[in-house]
Nanobody, 124 residues
Framework: QVHLVESGGGLVQAGGSLRLSCAAS????????MAWFRQLPGKEREFVAA????????YSSDSVKGRFTISRDNAKNTADLQIDSLKSEDTAVYYC?????????????????WGQGTQVTVSS
């Protein structure tokens, strides 16, 4: 089992950058695929990016590709999301998620563990 805590959200101007961090407690962090999802106001939670347990290969949704970068540090038990060139439509609650049963998961229902979320607000 793993416990996830996100940090790094806040208010930022359009065009700016943010780095979200997900700290995981528990054992065998390196065996978990880690992901970020976001929930825009009034919308369903959607997949943003994932980094596989196996060696750090990543996968991102088309809507954020080129602007969002996911990374992990297995020594520190963290998974970060670097967000560049922020747009007002990136305003959302961002959630960290983890699974060790579905290595290449990209769907919400494939993730077993979730953080509480961190708010990102982009002002235009």
């Amino acid at each position: 089992q793993v416990h996830l805590v996100e940090s790094g959200g806040g208010l930022v101007q359009a065009g700016g950058s943010l780095r979200l961090s997900c700290a995981a407690s528990g054992r065998a962090f390196s065996t978990y695929t880690m992901a970020w999802f976001r929930q825009l106001p009034g919308k369903e939670r959607e997949f943003v990016a994932a980094i596989w347990w196996s060696g750090g290969s990543t996968y991102s949704s088309d809507s954020v590709k080129g602007r969002f970068t996911i990374s992990r540090d297995n020594a520190k038990n963290t998974a970060d999301l670097q967000i560049d060139s922020l747009k007002s439509e990136d305003t959302a609650v961002y959630y960290c998620a983890a699974t060790n049963t579905r290595p290449y998961a990209t769907r919400r229902n494939e993730y077993d563990y979730w953080g509480q979320g961190t708010q990102v607000t982009v002002s235009s």
